[in-house]
T-cell receptor
């Protein structure tokens, strides 16, 4: 069993739909990251959180430390949101951001 | 802030050859990380530097792999005697030395194909 599990692995939706991607982890963490990866490889950090909830534009990330679970929500989805979304956790005790990654969720938003 | 730069973007090499990749982090970032990503998988940690010191190496990093950050700025990752299983995207990331609240900034990666 992977230390970081995401679901679903693939998600296709229509423009405008509310999207939820889930992440569960089994190790102790100092922070959880949501990342976005477009074709070609570049990875962009969307959120880094260790408790509660963060919002940036149409994106919302929540984390429940007790349940070891996080969700990424996208409201009013748009075709440009199509990408791979990756959940990763920081396990470094020194504060270093040594990340353990989930396998990613491939999101496709159709117009 | 010009972002994290990696060179080359793509590298095709024959099995048995040596390859070297370069990463230039964001200038004020003292932490630098190398990750490897194979097709359809999430990235895997390879190694981490704080300034010029290599503080941690994954067991994934076999003896054929070596990474350096000689002056605490850019870093190189060398793979000797490449094998087909080394084909992957090699990602570099950097972060500032501000404890646990500093997000990672990723480069666009170097895609290695070993034929």
């Amino acid at each position: 069993k992977n230390e970081v599990e995401q679901s679903p692995q693939n998600l296709t939706a229509q423009e405008g739909e509310f999207i939820t991607i889930n992440c569960s982890y089994s190790v102790g963490i100092s922070a959880l990251h949501w990342l976005q990866q477009h074709p070609g490889g570049g990875i962009v950090s969307l959120f880094m959180l260790s408790s509660g909830k963060k919002k940036h534009g149409r994106l919302i990330a929540t984390i429940n430390i007790q349940e070891k679970h996080s969700s990424l929500h996208i409201t009013a989805s748009h075709p440009r949101d199509s990408a791979v979304y990756i959940c990763a956790v920081s396990t470094g005790v020194t504060g270093a951001q040594k990340l353990v990654f989930g396998q990613g969720t491939r999101l496709t938003i159709n117009p | 802030d010009t972002g994290v730069s990696q060179d080359p973007r793509h590298k095709i090499t024959k099995r048995g050859q040596n390859v070297t990749f370069r990463c230039d982090p964001i200038s004020e970032h003292n932490r630098l990380y190398w990750y490897r990503q194979t097709l359809g998988q999430g990235p895997e940690f390879l190694t981490y530097f704080q300034n010029e010191a290599q503080l941690e190496k994954s067991r994934l990093l076999s003896d054929r792999f070596s990474a350096e950050r000689p002056k605490g700025s850019f870093s190189t990752l060398e793979i000797q005697r490449t094998e087909q299983g080394d084909s992957a995207m090699y990602l570099c990331a950097s972060s500032a030395r501000s404890g646990r609240d500093s997000p990672l900034h990723f480069g666009n990666g170097t895609r290695l194909t070993v034929t």
